[in-house]
């Protein structure tokens, strides 16, 4: 008598019989009840885990910012150890001698602006109502500051709830490290190594993978990598650019607190489009401290630089690798920073990233296998997976 065959769907699972499938449901319920209750076994995984994450996250950065310029002295002759040492000595004096200038100017004028600002924005407020009451709305002007001071402080308190939540999930993945020091102190010595010999790490991560499963590998550690690269070195020298652009403007206009402002410009502008949001107000207030035609100076100086930024910095420091569309950039901005706080807002777009490229990979394994067992059927298109076809 002759066997049956299996039906599709149970070949599709990689079974022969029914009893297949009813098993890999018991075990894969199991297996996430036998997890659940001895996840304690994995909390010094997650420590180790957290303790690294930091100095990596910043050898990675300093990697990604410092590779180009060693390589291109390393084609000039110089041998790639000393031009590793000859860029650490210029980059390192430059921060230490342009700090010893600039960290006494910002501070004096931040402790100014924390003391002034609360008597901004009370001016702010009384300018908008005198420019309420020469209107025919000058009868609901009350009402409307009302509801604008209601709305603002229950900004800031989610402000101040947000950064609170923010500084404890920093905590969290920090809570293994004693010092921002030891991040500080050890990230450039790793980052050398990696630079020294950027492919032995690579190598050895593909040589403990199966060989099997080596070519998809490389393909995604290669996207991965671009994908990081892009954005840590790109955002950092965009916000960079920014924050220089913005501080040669205000002070050509004369602006208060022009150092400032412009510095929390490019540091805030490392969160898309909500950063940048968020350093705007202050210097608007500022702005009308001094007149009108500042204010009018400072939001067309404001909004002209953003565009000139977008246009133009950011698509050639960071070129389009990311590809995410700017509605998708708000919502994960939104669901990581209420999952992880301020940590999920900063590193949000990147971890995004790389679950997308699980995401695009695994669903094209999934094409694949489909169109094994039932492309009689209809059949998937553009079921290959390379940087070709994901970038």
Same mark, same amino acid.
């Given at each position: 008598?002759?066997?049956?065959?299996?039906?599709?769907?149970?070949?599709?699972?990689?079974?022969?019989?029914?009893?297949?499938?009813?098993?890999?449901?018991?075990?894969?319920?199991?297996?996430?009840?036998?997890?659940?209750?001895?996840?304690?076994?994995?909390?010094?995984?997650?420590?180790?885990?957290?303790?690294?994450?930091?100095?990596?996250?910043?050898?990675?950065?300093?990697?990604?910012?410092?590779?180009?310029?060693?390589?291109?002295?390393?084609?000039?002759?110089?041998?790639?150890?000393?031009?590793?040492?000859?860029?650490?000595?210029?980059?390192?004096?430059?921060?230490?001698?342009?700090?010893?200038?600039?960290?006494?100017?910002?501070?004096?004028?931040?402790?100014?602006?924390?003391?002034?600002?609360?008597?901004?924005?009370?001016?702010?407020?009384?300018?908008?109502?005198?420019?309420?009451?020469?209107?025919?709305?000058?009868?609901?002007?009350?009402?409307?500051?009302?509801?604008?001071?209601?709305?603002?402080?229950?900004?800031?308190?989610?402000?101040?709830?947000?950064?609170?939540?923010?500084?404890?999930?920093?905590?969290?993945?920090?809570?293994?490290?004693?010092? %921002?020091?030891?991040?500080?102190?050890?990230?450039?010595?790793?980052?050398?190594?990696?630079?020294?010999?950027?492919?032995?790490?690579?190598?050895?991560?593909?040589?403990?993978?199966?060989?099997?499963?080596?070519?998809?590998?490389?393909?995604?550690?290669?996207?991965?990598?671009?994908?990081?690269?892009?954005?840590?070195?790109?955002?950092?020298?965009?916000?960079?650019?920014?924050?220089?652009?913005?501080?040669?403007?205000?002070?050509?206009?004369?602006?208060?607190?022009?150092?400032?402002?412009?510095?929390?410009?490019?540091?805030?502008?490392?969160?898309?489009?909500?950063?940048?949001?968020?350093?705007?107000?202050?210097?608007?207030?500022?702005?009308?401290?001094?007149? %009108?035609?500042?204010?009018?100076?400072?939001?067309?100086?404001?909004?002209?630089?953003?565009?000139?930024?977008?246009?133009?910095?950011?698509?050639?420091?960071?070129?389009?690798?990311?590809?995410?569309?700017?509605?998708?950039?708000?919502?994960?901005?939104?669901?990581?920073?209420?999952?992880?706080?301020?940590?999920?807002?900063?590193?949000?777009?990147?971890?995004?990233?790389?679950?997308?490229?699980?995401?695009?990979?695994?669903?094209?394994?999934?094409?694949?296998?489909?169109?094994?067992?039932?492309?009689?059927?209809?059949?998937?298109?553009?079921?290959?997976?390379?940087?070709?076809?994901?970038?």
């Amino acid at each position: 008598m002759e066997k049956e065959k299996p039906s599709k769907i149970i070949q599709f699972f990689g079974g022969k019989t029914s009893y297949y499938i009813i098993g890999l449901i018991i075990l894969s319920a199991l297996a996430i009840y036998l997890l659940n209750t001895v996840s304690f076994i994995f909390r010094p995984i997650v420590v180790i885990i957290t303790t690294v994450l930091p100095p990596m996250i910043f050898a990675l950065l300093l990697y990604y910012l410092l590779n180009p310029v060693v390589n291109f002295l390393s084609k000039k002759g110089i041998p790639r150890t000393i031009s590793i040492v000859l860029t650490y000595v210029v980059i390192f004096g430059l921060l230490f001698f342009g700090g010893a200038r600039l960290v006494p100017v910002i501070q004096d004028q931040a402790q100014d602006l924390i003391k002034q600002f609360p008597e901004y924005v009370d001016d702010f407020q009384n300018a908008i109502k005198n420019i309420l009451d020469a209107t025919p709305f000058a009868a609901s002007s009350d009402q409307a500051l009302s509801s604008l001071d209601k709305l603002t402080k229950e900004a800031l308190n989610y402000l101040g709830n947000n950064w609170q939540d923010g500084a404890k999930g920093l905590g969290t993945i920090f809570s293994a490290v004693s010092s %921002t020091a030891i991040t500080l102190f050890t990230g450039p010595i790793i980052a050398f190594f990696l630079i020294q010999s950027p492919h032995k790490l690579y190598n050895a991560i593909i040589d403990l993978i199966p060989p099997r499963f080596r070519k998809d590998s490389s393909s995604l550690i290669k996207i991965a990598n671009q994908q990081l690269g892009a954005f840590l070195k790109g955002q950092v020298i965009a916000s960079l650019l920014l924050g220089l652009i913005y501080w040669v403007v205000f002070l050509l206009l004369g602006l208060q607190f022009a150092t400032v402002i412009a510095l929390a410009a490019g540091i805030l502008s490392i969160i898309p489009y909500i950063g940048s949001f968020l350093a705007f107000l202050p210097g608007l207030f500022i702005a009308f401290q001094d007149s %009108t035609f500042m204010v009018v100076k400072f939001v067309i100086a404001w909004f002209v630089v953003q565009l000139l930024h977008g246009d133009l910095v950011v698509p050639r420091v960071m070129g389009d690798k990311l590809k995410i569309h700017p509605i998708t950039i708000l919502i994960v901005l939104l669901v990581m920073g209420d999952l992880l706080g301020l940590v999920g807002v900063i590193f949000g777009i990147p971890i995004y990233s790389m679950i997308k490229l699980l995401v695009v990979f695994t669903f094209r394994k999934f094409k694949q296998r489909y169109n094994k067992y039932f492309s009689d059927e209809g059949a998937y298109r553009n079921t290959g997976f390379s940087e070709d076809d994901y970038l």
